[in-house]
């Protein structure tokens, strides 16, 4: 079966190719889906997408009509399509639902870590043949309390994590898990309560309507002063200058972001020749508490393998006109 795949990074390429074992005819395409390359999907039933390909209602109109019926994504959430669309054009959407909760898990813990212990203020002093320890103060996470919104599957593994830590977890989950509580001392609460009593809070809920912008002015006013807040969920569930406010008055104390609110057409792409013209991001950077990866926490050799062999699967599922179980339900 012929699929373009959109958005096609060197960095998965292999992994799609090996994981396929020429069984589909795969276009890898380095574009991203939008309103004019959507003419690149002519011949196809299925097209594959990543988390920066929008699928809006115009690019899904325009997809149908070149009779694509099938979106095969790359990722597990699925914020960049528009599902009422889908549903209206009767078109199936599959997804990967999970291919390493740990790697995103333990990318928080190296963003809590590297910011705690200042690791890259250090690295890049020790370059400049500063050894001071002056500015590199940090404490010790053990006996912290980590303020986990979303206890999923990637909140689970890290609750797991921390409390090996000896980290105090409170949670926030709109389903309690009781495994957590049980084995983990894990303590539920409600949102405001987390805010109020956690010295690190970090997000792992989608991201929706009802949880966006769920960091905003409002929510930081009720946190600890010098809160820490990580972010490797979704850009949007954040109000980014609303952070950078708090960061001024140091009510935040440091923010780890590995996803951004405006990232699409910036994270995943080399733009060292360009001008930065976000100037969000730009005063972001300009904090020395503030540590920034694009995107990368599901970067791991593992997650890669899953990902391409789930999207090879669900392929097949496809052509053979098989059940899937990663199909959205719509
Ligand atoms: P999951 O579906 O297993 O867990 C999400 C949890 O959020 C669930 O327990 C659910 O009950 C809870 N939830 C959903 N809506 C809620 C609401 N309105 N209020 C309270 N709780 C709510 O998902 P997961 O696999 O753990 O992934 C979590 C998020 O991590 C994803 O949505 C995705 O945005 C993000 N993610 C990021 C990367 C990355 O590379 N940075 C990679 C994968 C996933």
């Known amino acids: 079966m012929k699929v373009v795949v959109y958005s096609v990074h060197n960095f998965e390429r292999d992994f799609l190719l090996r994981a396929n074992t020429e069984k589909h005819n795969l276009i890898l395409l380095e574009e991203r889906l939008n309103k004019t390359t959507t003419s690149l999907g002519k011949g196809c039933k299925a097209i594959c997408i990543f988390t920066g390909d929008k699928a809006n209602a115009a690019v899904l109109e325009s997809l149908h009509q070149l009779g694509v019926n099938h979106l095969a994504l790359r990722s597990a959430s699925f914020n960049h399509i528009d599902l009422t669309k889908v549903r209206k054009l009767k078109m199936k959407v599959v997804r990967v639902p999970a291919y390493s909760p740990y790697a995103i898990a333990k990318h928080t813990v190296a963003l809590i870590l590297a910011l705690n212990r200042k690791l890259i203020r250090a690295h890049h002093g020790e370059r400049d043949l500063n050894f001071s320890l002056d500015g590199l103060v940090g404490f010790d996470v053990n006996g912290k309390t980590v303020g986990i919104i979303g206890t999923g599957k990637i909140g689970s593994v890290l609750a797991r994590i921390l409390h090996?830590?000896?980290?105090?977890i409170l949670a926030y989950d709109k389903e309690k898990n009781k495994k957590l509580i049980q084995q983990y001392n894990v303590k539920y609460t409600d949102c405001e309560s987390l805010f109020k009593h956690s010295d690190i809070i970090t997000l792992h809920i989608p991201l929706a309507e009802s949880t966006r912008y769920i960091i905003n002015e409002h929510a930081i006013e009720m946190m600890k002063p010098v809160v820490m807040l990580i972010n490797t969920s979704r850009g949007g569930l954040v109000k980014t200058k609303a952070v950078i406010n708090a960061l001024k008055t140091k009510q935040i104390g440091a923010f780890g972001l590995d996803v951004y609110e405006e990232e699409e057409g910036l994270f995943f792409e080399e733009h060292s020749e360009d001008i930065l013209m976000d100037d969000t991001i730009a005063r972001l950077m300009t904090f020395k508490n503030v540590l920034i990866t694009s995107h990368q926490a599901f970067l791991t050799e593992?997650?890669?393998?899953?990902?391409?062999?789930?999207?090879?699967?669900?392929?097949?599922?496809?052509?053979?006109?098989?059940?899937n179980e990663n199909e959205i339900e719509l």
């Open 164 to 168: 090996g830590f000896g980290c105090k």
């Open 302 to 323: 593992t997650a890669l393998r899953n990902i391409a062999e789930t999207t090879i699967y669900n392929l097949d599922c496809f052509e053979n006109g098989i059940d």
